[in-house]
């Protein structure tokens, strides 16, 4: 079991989200959130200017659109520690490289916050976490993740409180969310994750095993395939007895678990692509298989059509054949030739068309998949 900070706001309000199977996945937004904390580390080791050249070009624009204000200047970037609740001890944890946690110790959890800083001298320390995304978060105060790091910051510096913080970048504006945690709210938090800590890990699992506990958290639940809650809802969904029935008196509540089903059956289908892309073709015990499928698709650009039917017929001929301004198919151009040309001469006649589209580079290519049952 692998618990970070950043999972504790989740496992906190699901905790069995922490002793299922879990499949770990990362989108683009999670990819293009870790590529504005590397510019801020950056921004604090190198300066702004040679940070922006390390960023990959496509997200150079948005980095350099970053208020000076949310760079980490005179802050401490990406500061990993390590905390035991049991103890309530925290400590520095030298890293190797970006969530390099392997010198973590027995009992102890990891996580990075995003900047740390001294106040009053070191009486007190800032914890600041960064947020590029538009997940869900606690409120400030019962934020989980947050609460960690500041209660592992003030015992790793001898501090007697933290100031948390949230700095929300989802656009050009930063927007900043604090509260100021006192130590015996840290130590109350530490009593709280040892005990979770203690139920998860217990192994008489038939007494500890908690039950689904459905909320916003769900959504990048890394364990979201193999929870009953979701997997008993697309397998009722699936099921032909399904029991569908609504009226005026159950619509908000039927809307409510068809949002919910949506995102589960999303995720399912992303799961088995995933499986489909790691194994090539799956085959079931019945022989049955599911593979990628690929289909390759032509285009006909319709003002090239449009001006090609023109040149070799009439504006008539052009008009019928370009539906739109951008956009023309072979059955339109082969429709008109059917109509107007002599017996025996349409194939021709639109070997040639098509020839002079091509030639006229109004042809385009693109490739799409899809994944597809067959028999054995
Ligand atoms: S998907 Fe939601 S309910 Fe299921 S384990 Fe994860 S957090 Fe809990």
Known sequence: MNITASALPRIFRCPLSAQLPQWPRTTKWAEFGTMVHLFRENVAKIGRD?????????HRDHCAGIAEAALPTDM??????????DSAKGRRLDTKGQRDYSSLEDGEYAGTADTVGLLEGGKGVLVEDLKTGWGWLPPIKQNEQLLFLAAAAVSAYGAEYAVIRILKMTDDTPRY????????????????????????KAKDMQEREFSAHEGPWCKYCPAFESCPAKTSMVKALASPSADIAFDRSNAVEAYETLERAREALKR?????????????????DDG???????TSTRRIKGDIAYTVM?????????KASATTVTKA??????????KHCEKGTKAEAMRHVMAEIDARKGLSYSTSRKLKVKNG
């Open 50 to 58: 040679k940070a922006l050249e390390k960023v990959p070009e496509e």
């Open 76 to 85: 401490t970037p990406e500061v990993a520690f390590a905390y035991n609740p």
């Open 177 to 200: 969310y604090e509260h100021e945690v006192a130590a015996f709210d840290l130590d109350a938090f530490a009593d709280d994750m040892s005990d979770l800590m203690f139920n998860i």
């Open 268 to 284: 399912v289908e992303e799961r088995i692509k995933e499986m489909v892309d790691e194994f090539g073709t799956i085959t079931n």
């Open 288 to 294: 049955r298989t599911i593979s990628w499928q690929e």
């Open 310 to 318: 023109r040149d070799l017929y009439d504006e008539d001929a052009a």
């Open 329 to 338: 198919t072979q059955a339109s151009i082969e429709k008109y030739l059917g």
